[in-house]
């Protein structure tokens, strides 16, 4: 049987890498130059508030609509969505913190806090992206016909556009 969420696990296999990075970010905190951290910390905000929320704002809107209507389940995705709230004020928390980020060093507190936080994207993302490719893709791959696919993707696609758009303006 074809996988008809194909787009989505693509999706997810473009984002990884990118995901990756969280970690690695982390573990340059207290060995690398404060300006390179600086400017990856920069680099993986920017990824975050400008490709992995619109993603998750599409998942919102339309993804999880159709999830709650196959499974005949409203609050099917219920715990899916609090994912989203944390990753977003995770994101937030990041945002927060680069800003106060010196030219010298990091005090330990800032240290931690960004470990903290780097750390706990990259956890919730990749449990999240498992969870997703693991319960939910199966069941629609199940239950979607192709032309339910396609719009679920042609919505998806649409839903990420117009939340990059909101950031722009």
Do not use: C, W
Not at 14 to 22: D, F, G, S
């Amino acid at each position: 049987m074809a996988n008809l969420t194909q787009p989505l696990r693509d999706e997810h296999k473009e984002l990884l890498p990118e995901i990756e990075v969280l970690q690695q970010v982390a573990d340059m905190i207290g060995t690398a130059p404060v300006s390179a951290l600086r400017e990856q910390i920069d680099a993986t905000y920017d990824f975050l508030a400008h490709h992995l929320i619109p993603h998750a704002e599409a998942e919102e809107k339309a993804l999880y609509p159709i999830v709650a209507k196959v499974m005949g389940a409203p609050e099917a995705t219920a715990t899916m969505s609090r994912d989203h709230v944390e990753v977003r004020h995770l994101t937030d928390e990041l945002g927060s913190l680069r800003l106060k980020i010196g030219s010298v060093a990091l005090i330990d507190l800032q240290a931690n806090d960004l470990r903290r936080v780097l750390f706990g994207l990259y956890t919730l993302v990749k449990v999240h992206f498992a969870k997703e490719e693991e319960v939910y893709l199966p069941i629609l791959d199940q239950r979607l016909t192709p032309k339910a696919a396609k719009e679920l993707f042609e919505n998806m696609e649409q839903a990420a556009h117009e939340a990059k758009e909101a950031l722009t303006h």
